[in-house]
């Protein structure tokens, strides 16, 4: 059996664990109210539905909001009121009529399909699955998350796609089940007979009750796992303050497992580490994010590390050259890090504090309780005060204003490989796996990019297959970098233009994160590479203010 079969065997599983979970109890009310409506068939409907629309919107949901720039917390946030509304709506008996009358009106598109034309209840439930599943997606964030790891670990958006809808699956049988016998049980009751208008009330106040218990915990974190960036400037903290922003229930910190090798230190575990402050910082060595963070963290173990302070990095590899230890050992030795690091190549300690961000830290107490979070960059202020809290050191310390680390209008992380190949302004025209000449468009709309001469387009990167292959990005940012590497066996010159001017020649020679620009202010523009010669692989482009 392969690793993509057992991944989605793991997923169905883990999807039939979900009935335990906070985030589908707003769900299971919506499910059994639908199944007591029509015949047998509808819950049936509702569940199909649910189970495609999520499947099919997780899957590309990553790509949808990179493309219309939309801000993840405000999705999560039109999520919750949309359950919140559909709670409502099922208390009120006016607004479940013209509810059904909705996904009544949708259900005829399906109805009139040759040979599915049997009004039997069918595509109504499928109508409100698939509006369900739509909703729901977004809230269920720790699922998408995992989403973007399929597209790390697995080799193409098909694998991905399988370990979705067994997910789905997984989470739609025990629903099934609930709906068949909730629906058996109350009718032989006759409870829906004589009281179906307060049961469908109930329901709906368990819907709002659920939704509401779920914003006040804030047990969900944002829905589209990625190289998370943040938006904040922070003014000056005082150390000595009680701990900062901390988590509303903390939790036994997760084991470090299934590491493949360890840098600057023996294997540690969480149990080792009982008595001491603990940080830990999910990292990728070619992340831009990740690279801005190191100097604090450095400067945090520097200052911190004889006061029973212990920060452990855990590379969680985004491409494959980041799996391999040489590479990150050089990275290592380069960025002077100091601290203990530990390959997490299979990535068993990030699933197991089922993180979804590069970069991430978590601050664990003497106890070995997880009692702050922080994902993204920025508020270095609040972490160190909160090192500080947990060490009992108490004298003032001065702290510096967080940098701003983007802007609204920046040019999202901009991947090449074609299972993330966001906004290639040609997407229908990419060539899997084999070398294809491509050609400019007349014009390269904002946030896109477009190549010119031989390429070679791979899941996870592109290779140039002639000397003089060009790439361009508009983009809006003051800084451009690219992951870039070769297979040349030797240095390739890269020349890079912005709106056709030449501005250096960047010389390729490892795999890593490469810096192309540094504009004085953010500004719009059109960039182009021209390789110089063949070999060059570009993994993804970022961009900073």
Same mark, same amino acid.
């Given at each position: 059996?392969?690793?993509?079969?057992?991944?989605?065997?793991?997923?169905?599983?883990?999807?039939?664990?979900?009935?335990?979970?906070?985030?589908?109890?707003?769900?299971?009310?919506?499910?059994?109210?639908?199944?007591?409506?029509?015949?047998?068939?509808?819950?049936?409907?509702?569940?199909?539905?649910?189970?495609?629309?999520?499947?099919?919107?997780?899957?590309?949901?990553?790509?949808?909001?990179?493309?219309?720039?939309?801000?993840?917390?405000?999705?999560?946030?039109?999520?919750?009121?949309?359950?919140?509304?559909?709670?409502?709506?099922?208390?009120?008996?006016?607004?479940?009529?013209?509810?059904?009358?909705?996904?009544?009106?949708?259900?005829?598109?399906?109805?009139?399909?040759?040979?599915?034309?049997?009004?039997?209840?069918?595509?109504?439930?499928?109508?409100?699955?698939?509006?369900?599943?739509?909703?729901?997606?977004?809230?269920?964030?720790?699922?998408?998350?995992?989403?973007?790891?399929?597209?790390?670990?697995?080799?193409?958006?098909?694998?991905?796609?399988?370990?979705?809808?067994?997910?789905?699956?997984?989470?739609?049988?025990?629903?099934?089940?609930?709906?068949?016998?909730?629906?058996?049980?109350?009718?032989?009751?006759?409870?829906?007979?004589?009281?179906?208008?307060?049961?469908?009330?109930?329901?709906?106040?368990?819907?709002?009750?659920?939704?509401?218990?779920?914003?006040?915990?804030?047990?969900?974190?944002?829905?589209?796992?990625?190289?998370?960036?943040?938006?904040?400037?922070?003014?000056?903290?005082?150390?000595?303050?009680?701990?900062?922003?901390?988590?509303?229930?903390?939790?036994?910190?997760?084991?470090?497992?299934?590491?493949?090798?360890?840098?600057?230190?023996?294997?540690?575990?969480?149990?080792?580490?009982?008595?001491?402050?603990?940080?830990?910082?999910?990292?990728?060595?070619?992340?831009?994010?990740?690279?801005?963070?190191?100097?604090?963290?450095?400067?945090?173990?520097?200052?911190?590390?004889?006061?029973?302070?212990?920060?452990?990095?855990?590379?969680?590899?985004?491409?494959? %050259? +980041?799996?391999?230890?040489? &590479?990150?050992? $050089?990275?290592? #030795?380069?960025?002077?890090? /100091?601290?203990?690091?530990?390959?997490?190549?299979?990535?068993?300690?990030?699933?197991?504090?089922?993180?979804?961000?590069?970069?991430?830290?978590?601050?664990?107490?003497?106890?070995?309780?997880?009692?702050?979070?922080?994902?993204?960059?920025?508020?270095?202020?609040?972490?160190?005060?909160?090192?500080?809290?947990?060490?009992?050191?108490?004298?003032?310390?001065?702290?510096?204003?967080?940098?701003?680390?983007?802007?609204?209008?920046?040019?999202?992380?901009?991947?090449?490989?074609?299972?993330?190949?966001?906004?290639?302004?040609? %997407? +229908?025209?990419?060539?899997? &796996?084999?070398? $294809?000449?491509? #050609?400019?468009?007349?014009? /390269?709309?904002?946030?896109?990019?477009?190549?010119?001469?031989?390429?070679?387009?791979?899941?996870?990167?592109?290779?140039?297959?002639?000397?003089?292959?060009?790439?361009?990005?508009?983009?809006?940012?003051?800084?451009?970098?690219?992951?870039?590497?070769?297979?040349?066996?030797?240095?390739?010159?890269?020349?890079?233009?912005?709106?056709?001017?030449?501005?250096?020649?960047?010389?390729?020679?490892?795999?890593?994160?490469?810096?192309?620009?540094?504009?004085?202010?953010?500004?719009?523009?059109?960039?182009?590479?021209?390789?110089?010669?063949?070999?060059?692989?570009?993994?993804?482009?970022?961009?900073?203010?």
């Amino acid at each position: 059996m392969t690793v993509t079969w057992i991944n989605i065997g793991l997923a169905f599983l883990e999807g039939f664990a979900l009935i335990i979970s906070p985030c589908i109890l707003p769900i299971l009310p919506i499910v059994l109210s639908g199944s007591l409506a029509g015949s047998r068939k509808h819950p049936v409907g509702i569940i199909i539905g649910f189970v495609a629309t999520f499947a099919v919107f997780t899957l590309f949901a990553h790509k949808l909001v990179a493309w219309l720039g939309i801000d993840l917390n405000i999705l999560r946030d039109v999520s919750l009121f949309l359950l919140l509304l559909l709670g409502f709506v099922m208390l009120s008996g006016f607004l479940t009529e013209r509810f059904a009358r909705l996904t009544g009106g949708l259900a005829t598109i399906g109805a009139n399909i040759p040979a599915l034309n049997k009004n039997d209840g069918f595509f109504s439930g499928l109508a409100l699955g698939s509006l369900i599943g739509l909703i729901w997606t977004p809230c269920a964030g720790p699922i998408l998350a995992a989403v973007i790891v399929q597209s790390v670990v697995q080799t193409t958006t098909w694998d991905s796609f399988l370990t979705v809808l067994a997910f789905g699956i997984g989470a739609a049988v025990p629903m099934l089940i609930i709906a068949f016998a909730g629906r058996n049980i109350l009718k032989r009751l006759n409870i829906f007979k004589t009281h179906s208008v307060l049961l469908r009330k109930v329901l709906g106040l368990i819907v709002i009750i659920t939704v509401c218990y779920m914003i006040y915990s804030n047990s969900m974190s944002s829905p589209f796992g990625s190289r998370a960036t943040s938006i904040d400037t922070h003014t000056q903290y005082t150390p000595a303050a009680p701990l900062l922003n901390p988590i509303h229930r903390p939790y036994p910190a997760p084991e470090i497992s299934g590491i493949s090798a360890w840098i600057n230190s023996d294997p540690l575990t969480i149990e080792s580490l009982k008595g001491k402050v603990v940080l830990i910082d999910f990292w990728a060595y070619s992340c831009i994010n990740c690279i801005r963070t190191l100097p604090y963290l450095n400067s945090w173990y520097e200052k911190y590390h004889h006061e029973d302070f212990v920060i452990i990095g855990v590379h969680s590899p985004e491409f494959d %050259f +980041e799996r391999d230890l040489n &590479n990150v050992q $050089a990275a290592v #030795t380069k960025d002077k890090i /100091l601290y203990p690091v530990a390959l997490d190549n299979r990535f068993a300690t990030w699933n197991n504090y089922h993180n979804s961000f590069w970069p991430a830290h978590y601050l664990i107490d003497k106890n070995g309780n997880v009692v702050y979070e922080k994902f993204g960059e920025g508020d270095y202020g609040v972490t160190e005060n909160n090192i500080r809290f947990l060490l009992g050191m108490n004298e003032h310390v001065p702290m510096h204003a967080d940098p701003a680390t983007a802007s609204l209008m920046q040019t999202p992380e901009t991947y090449l490989g074609y299972t993330r190949a966001d906004s290639f302004v040609r %997407f +229908e025209n990419l060539q899997h &796996n084999t070398a $294809a000449q491509y #050609t400019y468009p007349n014009t /390269l709309p904002a946030n896109t990019w477009a190549l010119e001469g031989n390429w070679t387009v791979l899941p996870e990167k592109i290779s140039a297959s002639q000397a003089n292959a060009k790439i361009k990005i508009h983009f809006h940012a003051a800084k451009v970098f690219a992951v870039m590497g070769q297979h040349a066996g030797k240095p390739i010159a890269v020349e890079v233009r912005l709106d056709g001017v030449l501005q250096n020649t960047v010389q390729v020679n490892d795999d890593t994160l490469y810096t192309l620009l540094e504009l004085p202010a953010p500004q719009a523009g059109v960039l182009e590479l021209t390789v110089t010669e063949p070999g060059l692989e570009l993994y993804t482009f970022t961009f900073g203010s």
